[in-house]
């Protein structure tokens, strides 16, 4: 344990949003590369699935910190998404 240091479920739930995003990002440019014309929409993918974390967290009551997760964290997500729009 002192190795890799205590278990953290949140970090672990963040690199899994990341790895899916990646995963889904690379089967994107496989199928349709189209898709990823724009170099921003894996990053506002992650964006995404971060702040939806931190949504279900507040929603459930394990957030100790959720006016700071809502102004940092699902905020500058919600404006990247809302970037996307045309």
Do not use: K
């Amino acid at each position: 344990m002192s190795e890799t240091g205590p278990y953290n479920p949140h970090f672990i739930q963040d690199i899994g949003a990341a790895i899916l995003v990646a995963g889904l990002a690379l089967a994107a440019r496989v199928w349709r590369p189209s898709v990823l014309a724009r170099r921003r929409l894996p990053a506002q993918a992650f964006l995404a699935a971060h702040a939806l974390l931190h949504l279900v967290m507040i929603a459930s009551g394990h957030d100790h910190y959720a006016a700071f997760d809502l102004i940092a964290i699902v905020l500058p997500s919600a404006l990247a998404l809302y970037s996307r729009l045309p």
